[in-house]
T-cell receptor, first 114, second 111 residues
Framework: KAGVTQTPRYLIKTRGQQVTLSCSPISGHRSVSWYQQTPGQGLQFLFEYFSETQRNKGNFPGRFSGRQFSNSRSEMNVSTLELGDSALYLC?????????????FGNGTRLTVT | DQQVKQNSPSLSVQEGRISILNCDYTNSMFDYFLWYKKYPAEGPTFLISISSIKDKNEDGRFTVFLNKSAKHLSLHIVPSQPGDSAVYFCAARITGNQFYFGTGTSLTVIP
């Protein structure tokens, strides 16, 4: 079974631009979550989608948004990029998100904002 | 506010010995706990989980212990192998599917 796929692996953007990251979950997984990893903060929860609906949201500004499609694939968008948005963005999928099913992560998208 | 803490940034262990990684949390509403291993340039890989209704779960060389009264979680790896060298994260779920992660412990297993 294929794992979680994130594209692209690396991105370099300029401050003020916007960016879209993509995530394809494991087949059959309906919950997709996004996390930001930075050296000092560890993994921080951004949001979670289930059946095309945002179910949970972390403490990030509105510049961070996402969506989920009917095939469970998800995209994350960051507008008006700031230098502090430079991070590894990780997508994770799980079976339902309500029972005790673990998160399975992709390899992430490394975003660098200059 | 760091609700899940891994107070040891690094740990070195001899091959064949036991590795014990620790994690403390502050919120008694956490109901499900996970451990992940992460290699550089890869995403975290799920290792083992435990529900808050249990105090121990084993999977091969990996055992997770949960002490709810102390709000403490630990991962035991026995015997440790050089391939276990990685960064280990603990994570705790509060509502829905939102997890809080620790900042990680870098484990080095010395051959």
């Amino acid at each position: 079974k294929a794992g979680v796929t994130q594209t692209p692996r690396y991105l370099i953007k300029t401050r003020g631009q916007q960016v879209t990251l993509s995530c394809s979950p494991i087949s059959g997984h309906r919950s997709v979550s996004w996390y930001q990893q930075t050296p000092g903060q560890g993994l921080q929860f951004l949001f979670e989608y289930f059946s095309e609906t945002q179910r949970n949201k972390g403490n990030f500004p509105g510049r961070f948004s996402g969506r989920q499609f009917s095939n469970s694939r998800s995209e994350m968008n960051v507008s008006t990029l700031e230098l502090g948005d430079s991070a590894l963005y990780l997508c994770a999928s799980s079976l339902t998100g309500t029972s005790n099913s673990p998160l399975h992560f992709g390899n992430g998208t490394r975003l660098t904002v200059t | 506010d760091q609700q899940v803490k891994q107070n040891s940034p690094s740990l070195s262990v001899q091959e064949g010995r036991i590795s014990i990684l620790n994690c403390d949390y502050t919120n008694s509403m956490f109901d499900y706990f996970l451990w992940y291993k992460k290699y550089p340039a890869e995403g975290p890989t799920f290792l083992i989980s435990i529900s808050s209704i249990k105090d121990k779960n084993e999977d091969g060389r990996f055992t997770v212990f949960l002490n709810k009264s102390a709000k403490h979680l630990s991962l035991h790896i026995v015997p440790s192998q050089p391939g276990d060298s990685a960064v280990y994260f603990c994570a705790a779920r509060i509502t829905g599917n939102q997890f809080y992660f620790g900042t990680g412990t870098s484990l080095t297993v010395i051959p």
